[in-house]
């Protein structure tokens, strides 16, 4: 059983940072796919960065040069520093991971960023 546990979102000003931090467990974390999808009222959920084992890191057109996807295999978690902060980033975010051609997600958390 794959478990998700996400922390780290919380209010903060224009500008401002934020790290999200998603502890996996129940799975072989080193061979799969890990990322961050966000969820803003009214809009679709969409893809913010995701790291891909022995491929590589993507990210979302609008979070280049301000947030930046990292993970550590020996704790399970993977990480999202969000740097220069907007309103517009504000939305739930949530972790996924991909084993064995299943999707597990986490609980999600908010980020609000005010103006």
């Known amino acids: 059983q794959v478990h998700l546990v996400e922390s780290g979102g919380g209010l903060v000003q224009a500008g401002g940072s934020l790290r999200l931090s998603c502890a996996a467990s129940g799975c072989m974390f080193s061979s799969n796919v890990m990322g961050w999808y966000r969820q803003a009222p009214g809009k679709q959920r969409e893809l913010v960065a995701r790291?891909?084992?022995?491929?590589?890191?993507n990210y979302a057109d609008s979070v280049k040069g301000r947030f930046t996807i990292s993970r550590d295999n020996a704790k399970n978690t993977v990480y999202l520093q969000m740097n220069s902060l907007k309103p517009e980033d504000t939305a739930v975010y949530y972790c996924y991971l991909v084993a064995m051609a299943t999707v597990y997600w986490g609980q999600g958390t908010q980020v609000t960023v005010s103006s």
């Open positions: 790291i891909i084992s022995g491929s590589g890191i």
